[in-house]
């Protein structure tokens, strides 16, 4: 779907300037502004990107130190090399598609040497991925790991899940993870596990996260289902970069 918006005085004296914003209908979105010059018809257009070089750091980076990791749950060590920030959306397939290379990549290929931290973006257009995060969320407060066990089951069942039957897949999921249920039913009716929520969506905002999945590595921003090879090709980079500095 493509959406242009409306027009605004651009920066440059004479100038329009509209967004496009280019989407799937899955919540994966991608924007770009561009000037327009002349009045009532276009004589022109130019392209707005703003792209920083730094030769310090070609990659580019997110400031991680400003997004809230701690309290959040996580795969591999805490001393790895490599830290792989997550935003996710229990909805969207493209995350349920990414999920098993994710965790292949923790748990085996690069095996002690990444930590995953996993940080809630859902969708509005998703209609219960709000609900599935505050249950996920729910879940790794009363066990860490439980979060993943959610994760596997709402990717698994993703396409038969509905705004209706959502809370059988979480008494299931809770169930098979020994879960006090009291405490869980008591936690899915908190506001403080929505407001926990809001911190990570906030935090992908900051960094202008627009769809899911989007990974932090290092700080080098990843969007989207990436293949093993892009991966691999980002991960033993930056474990180079870190034997280099040592």
């Not at 257009?45 to 749950?73: C, G, M, N, Q, Y």
């Not at 039913?185 to 906030?202: G, Q, R, V, W």
């Not at 769809?211 to 090879?229: A, D, E, I, K, Q």
């Amino acid at each position: 779907m493509l959406t242009i918006g409306p027009p605004s005085a651009g920066p440059i004296s004479g100038t329009t300037e509209r967004t496009i914003t280019v989407s799937n209908g899955q919540g994966q979105k991608v924007e770009l502004k561009y000037l327009t010059s002349g009045n009532e018809v276009a004589k022109g257009i130019i392209t707005r990107e703003f792209i920083a070089f730094d030769e310090a750091d070609p990659w580019l980076r997110a400031d991680v130190s400003k997004l809230h990791l701690a309290d959040h749950a996580t795969i591999g060590p805490d001393n790895a090399p490599v830290t792989i920030v997550e935003f996710a959306d229990f909805e969207c397939p493209y995350c349920a598609r990414a999920y098993n290379e994710i965790e292949t990549l923790v748990n085996t290929t690069y095996k002690d040497k990444v930590r995953l931290i996993w940080k809630n973006f859902p969708l509005p257009a998703h209609t219960w991925a709000m609900q599935a995060a505050i249950a996920a969320e729910c879940a790794r407060q009363q066990n860490p790991a439980a979060l993943f066990d959610f994760a596997r089951g709402f990717y698994r069942d993703q396409s038969d899940i509905t705004p209706q039957n959502l809370r059988e897949h979480i008494d299931q999921y809770g169930a098979a993870s020994k879960l006090d249920m009291k405490a869980l039913n008591a936690c899915l009716l908190s506001d403080d596990t929505e407001k926990k929520i809001a911190i990570d969506k906030a935090d992908g905002d900051l960094i202008h996260v627009q769809s899911t999945p989007t990974f932090l590595v290092n700080g080098v921003m990843v969007v989207g289902l990436p293949t093993s090879n892009v991966f691999d090709f980002v991960i033993t980079s930056q474990l180079k970069e870190k034997t280099a500095s040592k």
